[in-house]
């Protein structure tokens, strides 16, 4: 059994830092790309940033290039998203997701991920 849990999440104001964590327990993280997404209240889950789990190549959404950063520590299966300059649009519940190896076309697409944490709030404040 596979499990991803969060943490980190909490309301700041605007122009705050925040940096969540994604721990994960069993046999998840060796081969596995790890996600981060977001879901607004009557929105769809989006794509906010990637790390392959072969060379540590990042991606990003354009809101989040310049600001957010995703980095791993294989040896603790801990992935973080390092969130600066925070602005109100990007409250949401963020996920933490796990995608077995890594393809090009997939890593932005929640349908594609294979196991996923409970959520965390980020709540931005102006």
């Known amino acids: 059994q596979a499990q991803l849990v969060e943490s980190g999440g909490r309301s700041v104001q605007t122009g705050g830092s925040l940096r969540l964590s994604c721990v994960a327990s069993?046999?998840?993280?060796?081969?596995?790309?790890i996600g981060w997404f977001r879901q607004a209240p009557g929105e769809e889950r989006d794509f906010v940033a990637a790390?392959?789990?072969?060379?540590?190549?990042?991606f990003y959404r354009d809101f989040a290039k310049g600001r957010f950063t995703i980095s791993r520590v294989n040896a603790n299966k801990t992935v973080w998203l390092q969130m600066n300059s925070l602005r109100p649009e990007v409250t949401a519940v963020y996920y933490c997701?796990?995608?077995?190896?890594?393809?090009?076309?997939?890593?932005?697409?929640?349908?594609?991920?294979?196991?996923w944490g409970q959520g965390t709030q980020v709540t931005v404040s102006s």
């Open positions: 997701a796990a995608i077995y190896g890594f393809n090009s076309f997939k890593y932005m697409r929640a349908e594609y991920y294979d196991y």
């Open positions: 069993g046999r998840v993280f060796e081969a596995y790309s």
């Open positions: 790390i392959a789990w072969t060379d540590d190549m990042t």
